[in-house]
C-alpha cells in the first residue's frame, strides 16, 4: 500500500471522524436495525433494509479511514513556494484555453471547498510536481497529449 500524504489537520480531522463512526455511529445504526426489526417480517421491511444498507456504507468508510491513517504519511503545511509540492495549490491555464482551474494537489481527504483535488499519482500530478510558475508541462491523458502551464502556486 502507497503512503497517503495529509496535513495534520486532516490526520487529526480522519481520527476523529473515526472515533465518532465507531462509537456513536454504531450505537446509532444498531438501535436503528433493532427498531425496524420490531416492525416486523424482514423480507418486506423498508426500514430494516435501509438501516442494513446504511450500516454497510458507514462499515465501509471505517475501514476506508482505517487504511487512510494506517499507510498516512504526516505532512507539515509549507510556507507559500513556487515549487509544486503535494499539499500545494496551483492554477494552470491549458493550452487554447484562456480560463484559469484551481487545484490542489493531494489526497482527496484533502478537499476544500471551491477547489478541485489532483491525486499527486495522477498523470497531471506527476507531470506537474516538482515544476515551478511559469512552466509549460505536457502530460498524456486519455484524450492524447495535453499541455499545461503552471501561472501560479499557491
Known sequence: MTETKLTRQTYQRLQEELQDLTTRGRIEIAAAIE???????LKEN???HAAKDTQGKMEARIRQIQALLSSAEIVEEEEQSETVTTGSIVHLRYDGDDELEQYLIGSI???????????PASPLGQAILGKTEGQVVEYESPGGVLRVEIVKVG
Open 46 to 48: 423498508g426500514d430494516y
Open 35 to 41: 427498531a425496524a426489526r420490531a416492525l416486523g417480517d
Open 109 to 119: 481527504e484533502e478537499k476544500r471547498p471551491g477547489v478541485s483535488v489532483i491525486s
